[in-house]
């Protein structure tokens, strides 16, 4: 196992209330010398922990990082100061098949305790991306409920007023007569030379017509065409 150390320090007043760069390279050292592995130092002096993407010092450790290493911090509040981010970076090491290690926390997953706790951090992972998942689609079926557009193409038939879908007037004419040409047996071809001929244009804004673009109107009605 090779530790991978990480050091973090956001402000001058970090560093003089006790948890300076130096003091967490001493714990972090201290650790591995009693686990007799070797240690490599990353750090990021200056650097909020709200994010992980913005640290060089960080991706630095996550790259060199490998299957039965160990990700060592001082605490958990030097990895990371968002929890969705902490999740994240949890889940990289389980895919990476490494362990973390925060001495003031006193989680270590090269335990058995250790890996149950870590265990609950990707639960808990999983938990918020379900729930992100969930507050997305009931949020999309509300405004669906109450008529607004929720992205993607705007059907044949509509237009968008603001956050509204409402009825286009001359595209629904075009709807019924396609609907009415097809009740009394115009093939599709004939009925798109109707429509060239009566000036509907596709949403698209071209005014020829296609028997497929026709048929997926017939099929299914409010499709962009």
């Not at 007023?161 to 009740?183: H, S, W």
């Not at 093939?187 to 000036?199: H, Q, V, W």
Request: proline content about 2%; charged content about 30%; hydrophobic content about 35%.
């Amino acid at each position: 196992m090779r530790a991978i150390g990480y050091i973090r320090v956001s402000t001058q007043g970090q560093a003089e209330a006790g948890v300076s760069m130096d003091a967490q390279e001493a714990k972090i050292k201290a650790w591995a010398g009693l686990n007799e592995t070797e240690v490599v130092i990353c750090r990021d002096d200056g650097i909020s922990g709200k994010r992980s993407d913005n640290r060089p010092g960080l991706q630095a450790a996550l790259s060199m990082i490998g299957k039965g290493d160990a990700l060592v911090v001082y605490s958990l509040s030097r990895l990371s100061r968002s929890t969705k981010d902490a999740l994240i970076l949890s889940e990289i090491l389980t895919k990476k098949d490494a362990d973390l290690v925060s001495l003031s926390e006193k989680i270590d997953t090269t335990s058995a305790s250790g890996k149950m706790v870590f265990r609950l951090l990707a639960v808990l992972n999983e938990f918020e991306r379900d729930q992100t998942s969930d507050r997305t689609r009931f949020a999309l079926a509300h405004k669906r409920t109450l008529g607004e557009f929720t992205g993607g193409k705007i059907p044949y038939g509509y237009r968008l007023d603001g956050k509204l879908l409402v009825a286009d007037e001359f595209e629904q004419t075009a709807l019924r007569l396609i609907r009415d040409l097809r009740v009394e047996g115009y093939t599709l071809r004939a009925i798109c030379r109707k429509l060239e001929a009566r000036g509907y244009r596709t949403k698209s804004g071209n005014p020829s017509w296609h028997p497929q673009v026709v048929k997926q109107l017939i099929t299914h009605p409010g499709k962009a065409a």
